[in-house]
């Protein structure tokens, strides 16, 4: 007789959770995802997937549709508040440095893919979950839900920057720290507005701005602020206190926006790495395991890596910790590094980093690229996903 699928319980409804399931799937896994909220719609507003998440999501079919989406096509690079420009880059050149492009795309058209490869029903929302044991040998996970508890054989973990598992893993562990800045978001329409995809480095204080395909401008803002703190009329007002006197196309973005469509969040990390990525039959994945300051853009990513990762490894976490936390560790300290870079409030400090990007993008490759050197040519492992629509049924695979 056949053996039943391993059941795999997958705790947070993200982009790196979503990812997991599938791959899980693919890999022969039943998966059953639980998702506290009423629905997938995801909380942020876009993302950046570079090519080493897309090469990872190609593992689950969906790396040349998101591809597809890629918006930015001419030059980009870092600038000044008063718009000269520091260090430049193309989307040609960084598509030719790291095998492929840079794609930014809203969350929710993300979480609409990844869903899509998942047999119906394996989602449930409004489905708050904790973990009663990690299990070990011989004896299943535990996972308490409304509706009673579900046996696993593992348990991924991608429950966020304020993950409840993490803390019921790890107990001593001292968990996040507040990284001593806030970020914005907002994605707005701005018709026959024509800029180069940017960043903007100030003192103390950063601005993006990035084209995305569908017509939407996706612009971000951090600066330094205590912890906790709102404005106290509403954040697109603060917005235009702290940014309003910036280059082009800030301005115009800023008067595009609404209130309402600005979302405003501290940040917080994991300034001290976890000894481990797992504990019995639990796997961490994304924030769960590495939160880190969004400096790089790779938050999303290296969620997107472990879940390939994690599925490749899925009879042996302690491979997976082996494969993940000396990588993760090492993009989340030079996103600690570059954090402290981009928002340095003295002003001698930021003369210096402005003459020191001039001078070294002009020597050799934009800065913008060689940031992610190491980051962007990584390549996910090989094993045989069996079907190239994980919609199917799953297929016994040909090697152990």
């Not at 593992?59 to 989406?69: D, H, N, P, Q, S």
């Not at 993009?331 to 001078?359: C, E, F, G, Q």
């Not at 800065?367 to 980051?375: V, W």
């Amino acid at each position: 007789m056949a053996q039943a699928p391993r059941h795999a319980v997958v705790i947070g409804g993200g982009i790196g959770g979503l990812t997991a399931a599938a791959a899980l799937h693919l890999r022969g896994c039943r998966v059953t995802v639980l998702e506290r909220a009423r629905s997938l719609r995801p909380a942020g507003a876009a993302i950046s997937l570079a090519p080493n998440s897309l090469r990872a999501l190609d593992v689950i079919g969906v790396g040349e549709e998101i591809r597809a989406l890629a918006a930015w096509q001419g030059d980009g690079g870092v600038r000044t508040p008063g718009g000269r420009w520091l260090s430049r880059s193309s989307a040609r050149a960084a598509a030719e440095r790291f095998g492929g492009p840079l794609v930014l795309l809203h969350r929710a058209t993300l979480v609409g893919l990844l869903a899509g490869r998942l047999p119906p029903g394996t989602v449930r929302t409004a489905a708050a979950a904790t973990l009663a044991d990690p299990g070990g040998p011989g004896r299943p996970a535990r996972v308490r839900t409304p509706d009673g508890d579900l046996e696993a054989d593992l348990v991924v973990a991608a429950d966020g920057i304020h993950s409840a598992v993490r803390r019921a893993l790890f107990p001593d562990h001292p968990g996040t720290v507040y990284a001593g800045f806030t970020t914005w978001r907002v994605v707005i329409p701005l018709p026959g507005a024509r800029f180069a995809s940017h960043e903007t480095w100030g003192r103390g204080r950063i601005w993006g701005t990035h084209p995305l395909k569908d017509g939407r401008v996706y612009a971000y803002a951090a600066a330094l602020a205590p912890a906790g703190g709102r404005a106290p009329d509403d954040e697109r007002a603060e917005l235009l206190r702290r940014f309003g006197d910036w280059h082009h196309p800030v301005p115009a973005v800023l008067a595009a926006a609404r209130p309402e469509d600005v979302l405003r969040h501290d940040v917080h990390h994991l300034a001290e790495p976890l000894p481990a990525c797992h504990r019995g039959r639990v796997a961490l994945l994304g924030d769960a395991a590495h939160a880190m300051p969004p400096t790089l853009g790779q938050g999303g990513n290296q969620a997107v890596e472990d879940a390939v990762v994690l599925a490749h490894h899925h009879d042996d976490l302690a491979a997976y910790t082996a494969a993940r936390l000396p990588r993760t560790t090492a993009v989340a300290r030079r996103a600690v590094k570059v954090a402290r870079l981009t928002m340095t409030p003295s002003r001698a400090a930021v003369a210096v980093r402005d003459t020191a990007i001039a001078v070294l993008s002009k020597a050799g490759p934009a800065l913008f690229l060689r940031g992610f050197d190491g980051i962007a040519d990584w390549r996910p492992p090989q094993p045989p996903y069996a079907a190239p629509d994980p919609r199917r049924q799953p297929v016994e695979e040909n090697t152990p």
